[in-house]
């Protein structure tokens, strides 16, 4: 299913976006930008999921819808495919961002220059109630409330579903 939002935004409904999965003990609570333009992303999207399934890293907690927008920055590519998925982690910040480093290059992520086409990106939006800037993370994500790619599948998760 999908809706379409306007011209250049649509959001789609799979069976695992959006989804509510178990409840978690571990200790943080991370909230995941999702993203992609190389391939066929909602199949990368659904074996990501898997893959977070099986990690003892991780725990899924919920998806939101996938949203079909224009890139940003550099134009001249096709269009990406973002959502979001919350987590539950044990894994302290540094740690975490090793972990979803090391799923992007499982994914054949490729960083060539800023904005560049990518088969996978993971960004962390928010850590749990941590506030952090360092060379290599910035949390919450220094760009999040400026992205449609981030705001709209966020409102869906927090159940305010008008555009």
């Not at 976006?17 to 659904?46: A, H, W, Y």
């Not at 290059?105 to 990518?118: E, V």
Request: net charge positive.
């Amino acid at each position: 299913m999908k809706k379409i939002l306007n011209d250049s935004l649509t959001l789609y409904f799979f069976k695992n976006f959006p989804r509510t999965f178990q409840k978690s003990n571990k200790r943080f609570q991370v909230t995941l930008g999702i993203g992609g333009n190389i391939g066929d992303t909602c199949r990368i999207f659904e074996k990501l999921l898997v893959l977070f399934q099986r990690s003892k890293f991780v725990d899924l907690v919920a998806t939101a819808p996938i949203l079909k927008n224009p890139p940003f920055g550099y134009k001249d590519q096709n269009d990406f495919y973002n959502s979001i998925i919350i987590v539950r982690t044990n894994l302290y910040p540094k740690s975490f961002l090793d972990f979803i480093l090391r799923v992007e290059k499982r994914f054949k992520r490729k960083r060539s220059f800023k904005d560049a086409p990518r088969s996978l990106d993971l960004d962390i939006i928010f850590f749990d109630y941590f506030s952090m800037k360092t060379k290599d993370l910035t949390v919450p994500h220094p760009k999040w409330s400026e992205r449609q790619s981030v705001i709209i599948p966020l409102r869906y998760l927090y159940g305010i579903k008008n555009f």
